[in-house]
């Protein structure tokens, strides 16, 4: 984002009502106006209002007024500001409307800073976080797969992505409120005529259905801790709960000493919000709940989707761009032992490679199917890792049950196919 408007050009890009707004939001206090000619403002934290304020000009007829604005951008860049401008206004100045998520995950380090490998997972976490929102706006369905993800997609190309805050780790996006979202890829032979495609809904709507959904999410979440019930998640599917849902919040909750998502809603445009700001907070004790709510909201969508954990290897990628392909050796019970993986999501394939190089266990879900001597697990995506391998096939072993020789399995016997 450009700190200062260097340009004539970029002098008139400058929305002076919307700065205006910015910087009251960041701290700046409106203490005059004449309507239609300027706003003067004082600084943050000024005792005397009048001393050292602000002029904002309105008037973009005024023979005067690029260079008053020239002047209040240089005045509101200085030192005592600079801060406040790269952080709060220039990110959002400099482009059409826009709606701002914070992900954000406390960690033990110094402020601002995080592992590396937990940095990824929470990018990763949060444009997933973002994908299934919009995806909600399409439907509402316990598990989405492939559907809908060319439309997600089109509304994630319009996101920016800011830069980090002091204190925890934070990952911010900045949705624009007022662009449309097609519901329909642009047809490349003659987009023009493609009159239908350029038909959707504003950034703004897609982000509420975002909104709501982690809401919905929030809300079941609640209602397990205080009923020890999933059935606060089955309510929820109407309001956008669903299995991509859960799992991109569990990738944001999981291992943490606190997280939250908050949403700054742009107050220069109206509507979709109730209240300017919207926050969710989440903790690690949250993950068992929400991996017991994804594999419910998994199962009852179709009982040919199945999760698999294990050790990665045989990795592929015919396309640089392209999802990838995996092995994966299962070590849970019950099921194929070697299973190849074809993500439907091409950025997780680096959650593969990571697991990989560490020797870490990893858990994946999709759909089961044979094709000869091969079992591939289709539509999948990585629902997290779960520690390192070594451990992972200790605590398998312990699981076993221990036959000795002349002994029979209950498994072996007419009774196992009766349990549940």
Do not use: C
Request: net charge negative; charged share 25%.
């Amino acid at each position: 984002m450009p700190e200062l408007a260097s340009t004539e050009l970029d002098l008139w890009r400058v929305d002076p009502t919307r700065l205006t707004t910015l910087m009251t939001e960041a701290g700046w206090t409106l203490v005059g106006r004449r309507s239609g000619i300027y706003n003067r403002l004082a600084p943050p934290g000024e005792p005397d209002a009048r001393a050292g304020s602000f002029v904002v000009p309105l008037d973009r007829e005024a023979p005067e007024y690029i260079e008053v604005l020239q002047s209040l951008l240089q005045q509101v860049t200085a030192p005592n500001f600079r801060s406040l401008w790269a952080r709060s206004i220039a990110p959002r100045l400099f482009t059409d409307p826009t709606d701002e998520f914070r992900f954000r995950r406390e960690a033990a380090f110094p402020s601002g800073l995080i592992s590396w490998r937990e940095g990824e997972r929470l990018i990763s976490s949060a444009r997933r976080t973002l994908v299934a929102g919009a995806k909600s706006y399409i439907d509402q369905t316990r598990h989405f797969g492939n559907r809908h993800g060319q439309f997600a997609n089109r509304y994630l190309d319009s996101v920016l992505m800011g830069q980090t805050e002091p204190g925890s780790y934070i990952v911010k996006a900045f949705a624009p409120s007022a662009t449309t979202v097609p519901l329909r890829k642009l047809s490349a032979a003659s987009p023009s005529l493609d009159l239908g495609a350029a038909v959707g809904p504003y950034g703004r709507d897609v982000s509420h259905a975002v909104v709501r959904a982690l809401s919905a999410t929030a809300e079941a979440i609640d209602h397990y801790r205080s009923s020890g019930s999933l059935t606060g998640f089955d309510a929820g599917v109407r309001e956008g709960v669903s299995y991509e849902m859960a799992t991109a919040i569990l990738g944001i909750a999981e291992h943490s000493d606190g997280s939250d998502i908050t949403i700054e809603w742009d107050t220069s445009v109206p509507g979709g919000f109730e209240e300017p700001v919207s926050r969710y907070e989440f903790s690690g004790g949250d993950a068992p709940i929400l991996e017991k709510a994804a594999h419910r909201l998994a199962a009852a969508e179709d009982s040919g989707f199945v999760t698999v954990t294990g050790r990665v290897h045989l990795l592929a990628r015919k396309e640089a761009d392209g999802p990838g392909v995996f092995g994966v050796d299962n070590v849970m019970g019950g099921q194929p032992r070697k299973v190849r993986v074809r993500l439907a999501d091409e950025d997780q394939y680096y959650e593969a490679i990571h697991a990989y190089e560490e020797n870490l266990g990893l858990q994946v879900y999709g759909r089961l199917e044979r094709e000869g001597n091969l079992h591939w697990l289709y539509d999948a995506s990585v629902v997290r890792t779960v520690g390192h391998l070594d451990a992972l096939l200790h605590v398998e072993a312990m699981e076993q049950p221990q036959i000795t020789q002349g002994q029979m399995s209950i498994d072996d016997t007419d009774l196992g196919a009766t349990s549940s």
